[in-house]
């Protein structure tokens, strides 16, 4: 399935969502899943989207 198109997710900081666009790096987590961090674009923060 893709999900090109899907967001990333919700900014922490704001709670803006965050276009896949603006993922930095993708890293695993200690669980086995995919996690990533990335650059909001309204607060301009490094964020994991949530
Ligand atoms: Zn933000």
Partial sequence: MTTDAA???RCPECGRSVP??????EYERANG???V???C???ES????E
């Fill in 7 to 9: 967001p990333l997710g």
């Fill in 20 to 25: 896949s666009g603006w993922a930095l790096i």
């Fill in 33 to 35: 899943e995919q996690g």
């Fill in 37 to 39: 961090f990335a650059e």
């Fill in 41 to 43: 674009p309204s607060c």
């Fill in 46 to 49: 490094v964020i994991r989207p």
